[in-house]
């Protein structure tokens, strides 16, 4: 899948003519998309740039980048891509450069991120959880007042059995991040080999809500908002390499159906913007009640209640 990856310090860009063009003065508005190259990212990239702000799709491919970027420009939507490893912390650096080289970044939206069927433990914990280190620190030196990060989580955060989640652990990543991530890794690899990747999953998530609820405050004290938003089941490529296990839980929630890209973009929109001027420092599960049908009727059961 990831035949013709570029390496972080193969990065490049991608520019395309203006078309729309929203500013701030004579800054053009500009929003970072990690994982802009497919899926919910893709589908942010075309519901923000519709509206006019400058977009960055970020991912390690260059040529998915290139036809997602393609596609926005049959839209009239004008962006640029970026190709580059969130994991690794100078490509990040260099993205953030770019970024306000070309205007004011107004909202990121870090969708970046890698599934159990995707990669090693090691590589899913470094993409994920490093990959949000980087990202939040990094951007958060170069946002202003008004402007939005969004990090990406999963409802895996949540379904993930509390024993498991080294939450103690997850301190490191403010004082060494080598050492949080042997943390991680020691702690994930106590398990079975054949479930370390699901594990390294939902930790590395869990970990992103975290992450973001303890940037808030410092994130508030320049102005920025910050939330962290969780999807369930929706129908994205990782979606699809996903399917059998979420199948499972799809079918018994409230909305028993994946939800479609345009459903998050919206979402997405909608924080970034100034309608959401007092949301900051919360999760936002997305998941068509999924995590609420399970926990809520295994909750009523528990209690001798009939949930039917
Ligand atoms: N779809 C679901 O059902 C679901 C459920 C819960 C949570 N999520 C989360 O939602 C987010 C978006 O996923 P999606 O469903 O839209 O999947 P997707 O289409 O596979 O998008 C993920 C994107 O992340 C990029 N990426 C992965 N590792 C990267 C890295 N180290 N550096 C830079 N880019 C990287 C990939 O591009 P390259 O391969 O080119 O790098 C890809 O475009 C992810 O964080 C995922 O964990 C998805």
Redesign the pocket.
Request: net charge negative.
């Given at each position: 899948?990831?035949a013709s990856?570029v390496k972080a310090d193969d990065h490049s860009t991608c520019e395309l003519p203006m078309t729309l063009n929203k500013k701030i003065g004579s800054m053009k508005e500009v929003c970072v998309i990690?994982?802009?190259?497919?899926?919910?990212?893709?589908a942010a990239a075309k519901t923000i740039g519709k509206k006019g702000t400058y977009i960055i799709i970020?991912?390690?491919?260059l040529n998915?980048?290139e036809r997602a970027l393609k596609e926005l420009r049959n839209e009239e939507i004008e962006a640029e891509a970026f190709a580059?490893?969130?994991?690794n912390r100078g490509a990040v650096d260099e993205l953030v450069a770019r970024a306000s080289e070309v205007g004011i970044i107004t909202s990121v939206i870090h969708?970046?991120?890698?599934?159990p069927n995707?990669g090693d433990a090691k590589t899913i914990m470094?993409?994920?959880a490093l990959?949000t280190i980087n990202m939040n620190e990094a951007f958060y030196k170069a946002m202003h007042e008004d402007s939005c990060m969004i990090d990406?989580?999963?409802?895996?955060a949540y379904l993930i059995p509390s024993i498991v989640i080294p939450r103690k652990k997850y301190k490191y990543s403010r004082i060494d991040k080598d050492l949080f991530i042997k943390k991680m890794m020691s702690w994930i690899n106590l398990f079975p080999k054949k479930l370390r990747a699901g594990v390294a999953?939902g930790i590395s998530?869990n970990f992103v809500i975290w992450y973001a609820k303890t940037d808030a405050l410092k994130f508030g004290m320049k102005g920025i908002r910050i939330i962290s938003i969780?999807?369930?089941?929706?129908?994205?490529?990782?979606?699809e390499l996903?399917k059998d296990r979420?199948d499972e839980y799809t079918k018994n929630s409230a909305i028993p159906r994946?939800g479609k890209?345009e459903e998050i973009a919206q979402l997405f929109e909608f924080c970034v913007s100034p309608k959401a001027s007092y949301l900051t420092g919360v999760d936002i599960l997305c998941d068509g009640g999924c995590v609420a049908s399970r926990e809520g009727a295994a909750g009523l059961r528990k209690k001798g209640i009939p949930d039917q």
């Open positions: 899948m990831f990856t990690t994982g802009g190259g497919s899926g919910m990212g893709f970020v991912g390690r491919t998915k980048l580059c490893d969130i994991s969708a970046a991120g890698l599934s995707m470094e993409a994920n990959g990406v989580s999963s409802m895996s999953y998530k969780s999807p369930g089941s929706f129908e994205t490529p990782m979606g996903e979420i994946p890209v």
